[in-house]
């Protein structure tokens, strides 16, 4: 088993705070909250991928037992924040969010067309089943390469230029001796957290809104919630204290929230909405099928002359998702010449969104493959390939890195995973008549910062509670910001509490590219800062420490210090009762400034995999995996492997068994439930070994942490393919790498 090598046993990692609610059932989950005079929607969805709803018989339905309302675009409440709903003649155009029991207009299989709402759920599931939905449909496209000649120009490029989507040409292509061009498709994904996507909707007035609701982000949810039933943002409540995993799939407010609160105006009571596995597959996005172009010139001696890299997603009939496919070519290796373009092609189906690591783990699966097949021309080892053509600036923005460990990872990680073991053949590397092969990727990911807010409130007996509306959706945010405020302040874990999950708490952004650490970390410990300060100020005021000298002072087990040396200083507790305070409260806001300008700001990473291959059946197994970050400072060594650990089981799915496949006759999805729509199990896991380089980046925000999310999973497809080449010099340009393309 691996050695935890950087958990320091003289300050280890804390446990989750919260893993105990969370393991006896003490954790409150949106569909779990016992509101009196709850009632239960069921959403009944379109069995057609294009066309219009010609009527809807609810009478059945209607009297069935228990039978509340029977909600539709005949008789939903209108949504002011969408103008009216006369029936429009025309679809919506691109650019349109859906809008829930809107219009007459079916613009994707499985689309919520109405809701049955009950006293229980099994009255409302029974009622559902009774309702007669006719449609006259039209002719739909729903496949990708059938339809791909019609992908154009992005709207948003069109309507904006300096759109990062826009085509992209840097430098003049320098002598090609070796070339290599290949395209690669990605499949449709889909997020499926354990935990479906759960609203309880709360009309506590005419005006005023409490949503418990699983979401990524309990402010944008307040904020477009707000915008939908043009109420005040301060009359909006959303709340999420615990989510079963999102990867994504909660970062926007969907249809199936706005028909939940829609229903429970309609209804005046509070309703629940619970989203079936099955409906999971088209109400909360999804990774788009996406194929990829690249060609990659290099001269004889491994250097890289140009890159082109072309990427076209799928998007919805009325809605456009841009991710960010393209954009690691321009900027993860050193290159004289390189050309991007970023095309959508749209189809009858709901829109996407951001998936684990999205459009970046889709574009480095190509450009990582792509790396893997050039060094393979040209006979060189991947990984010195990649260090021969490492990047010292950012040739994109023409911008030092704020900081970049990527070579101390590649060394660590080659050595921790015995890369010198690699023969350079492919199907050379065989071990009781299977194939056994090695391969690595790198991983990028330009994290973010957002302004966010915290406050802390230290109490009478020195404990304090640290409060910002951040999320946790899995990482364990609030044992990292426990962590950060205790230290800050001096004080045992214990003597913490963090809150979370409340659009009522200090403005924070959702949990989403792997922005909460370098963000809401940065709040929270410029406030625990600000905190200590006051303290430090209010001992100052107190006799005996007047006389000190202020550059000396220290905090140290709850408690102001003289000196280092000091051993017998005033407590936090003591400070306050001195001053006849019970509580002692101070906000802050932490935000980037000049050096997002002055520096280009990326996470980097690699990963190691060894797999083995039968060469009879074409089953991969992953054997091994070796990961190495450079994520600036690790704020809890625990959680933060965790979460490593966690984004490479998602790249093992990626790689080897995600597949959302539709039946195009009827556009609809027949992979629906986990029988057919495979995840990693235990079993499909090896042995996973994380490193960090555990150095602050200084000049990425106070406490010198970048993101850790999305750079676990970034990479790891292109190195379970590369892998799967070497064991097979078989090169697999199509996730995910299932036996028949094996054999
Ligand atoms: Mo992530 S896909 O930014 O939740």
Redesign the pocket.
């Known amino acids: 088993m691996e050695k935890r090598i950087f958990d320091n046993p003289a300050d280890p990692s804390l446990d989750r705070v919260d893993g105990r609610v969370k393991v006896t059932g003490k954790a409150t989950y949106s569909a779990e909250y016992a509101v009196p005079n709850l009632a239960h929607a069921v959403l009944v969805t379109s069995t057609i991928a294009k066309g219009v709803i010609t009527g809807i018989d609810a009478e059945k339905a209607n009297s069935a037992p228990g039978v509340l309302a029977v909600i539709s675009h005949l008789n939903a409440p209108k949504v002011p924040g969408w103008g009216s709903a006369a029936q429009p003649a025309e679809r919506a155009p691109i650019g349109t969010s859906f809008r829930v029991f809107y219009d007459h207009f079916v613009y994707f299989d499985g689309q919520p067309v109405a809701m049955v709402v009950a006293d229980t759920h099994e009255r409302a599931v029974y009622a559902a089943s009774l309702l007669k939905i006719t449609y006259q449909s039209e002719k739909h496209r729903t496949h990708f390469e059938a339809n791909v000649q019609q992908a154009i120009v992005p709207l948003n490029v069109q309507r904006n230029k300096t759109s990062p989507f826009a085509d992209y040409d840097r430098g003049e292509k320098g002598q090609v001796e070796a070339h290599i061009e290949a395209e690669y498709t990605i499949p449709t994904q889909h997020h499926q957290p354990m935990e479906p996507h759960a609203i309880v909707a709360v009309w506590e007035a005419e005006d005023k809104l409490t949503v418990y609701d699983k979401n990524?982000g309990v402010k944008s949810a307040q904020g477009q919630l707000a915008q939908a039933f043009k109420i005040p943002r301060e009359n909006v409540r959303v709340i999420a204290k615990y989510i079963g995993g999102?990867?994504?799939s909660g970062?926007r407010v969907w249809p199936h929230t706005i028909a939940a609160v829609l229903a429970a105006k309609h209804v005046g009571r509070p309703v629940k909405l619970v989203l079936g596995r099955e409906q999971m597959f088209t109400s909360v996005g999804y990774r788009p099928y996406t194929v990829q172009k690249l060609t990659i010139g290099a001269s004889k001696n491994g250097k890289l002359t140009s890159i082109t890299h072309e990427g076209i997603g799928q998007t919805s009939a009325y809605e456009e998702h841009l991710e960010r496919t393209i954009l690691a070519s321009r900027s993860l290796y050193a290159c004289p010449h390189v050309s991007t373009r970023y095309r959508l092609l749209s189809l009858d189906v709901n829109t996407p969104t951001?998936?684990?690591g999205?459009g970046d783990a889709t574009g480095m699966f190509a450009l990582e493959s792509a790396m893997d097949e050039m060094a393979f021309a040209l006979n060189i080892d991947p990984l010195d390939f990649r260090i021969k053509n490492y990047a010292e600036l950012d040739q994109e923005r023409n911008l030092p890195w704020s900081a970049k460990s990527l070579k101390e990872c590649y060394v660590l990680g080659a050595e921790k995973f015995g890369w010198k073991n690699r023969k350079l053949e492919p199907k050379s590397m065989q071990k009781d008549g299977v194939l056994v092969g090695y391969g690595m990727a790198s991983s990028l990911y330009g994290f973010h910062r957002h302004p966010s807010k915290a406050r802390a409130v230290m109490q009478a007996d020195g404990s304090v509670i640290v409060q910002s509306a951040t999320m946790d959706i899995g990482p364990g945010t609030g044992t990292a910001m426990t962590r950060i405020a205790a230290k800050v302040l001096g004080i045992h874990a214990k003597m913490v509490r963090f809150d979370l999950g409340d659009s009522a708490l200090p403005d924070a952004p959702g949990q989403?590219?792997s922005s909460t650490i370098p963000s809401v970390g940065s709040a929270v410990h410029d406030v625990c800062v600000a905190l200590r300060d006051r303290l430090i100020e209010m001992a100052f005021e107190m006799p005996g420490f007047a006389t000190k000298e202020k550059s000396q002072v220290v905090v140290r087990n709850g408690q102001v210090l003289a000196s280092m040396a000091d051993t017998n200083g005033v407590s936090f507790g003591d400070i306050l009762k001195h001053h006849h305070r019970n509580e002692l409260e101070i906000s802050a806001e932490s935000k980037s400034g000049p050096e997002r300008d002055q520096y280009s700001m990326y996470s980097f990473g690699c990963h190691f995999v060894e797999v083995e291959v039968s060469p009879f059946t074409g089953e991969v197994h992953v054997t091994r995996v070796v990961t190495c970050a450079d994520v600036g400072t690790i704020i809890n060594y625990k959680t933060a492997r965790s979460q490593s650990i966690g984004g490479i089981v998602g790249g093992i799915g990626m790689a080897l068994m995600e597949e959302s496949a539709m039946d195009h006759r009827y556009g609809r999805y027949v992979t629906s439930d986990f029988s057919s729509y495979h995840i990693p199990v235990h079993a499909d896991i090896p042995p996973i070994e994380v490193y960090y380089i555990d150095k602050p980046d200084v000049h990425v925000n106070p406490i010198g942490s970048k993101g850790l999310g999305?750079i676990a999973i970034v990479g790891v497809a292109a190195a379970v393919a590369n892998a799967v080449f070497h064991a097979t010099g078989k090169r697999i340009r199509q996730l995910p790498i299932t036996p028949d393309k094996l054999i």
């Open positions: 990524q999102a990867f994504g970062i951001w998936m684990r999205p989403n590219g999305e």
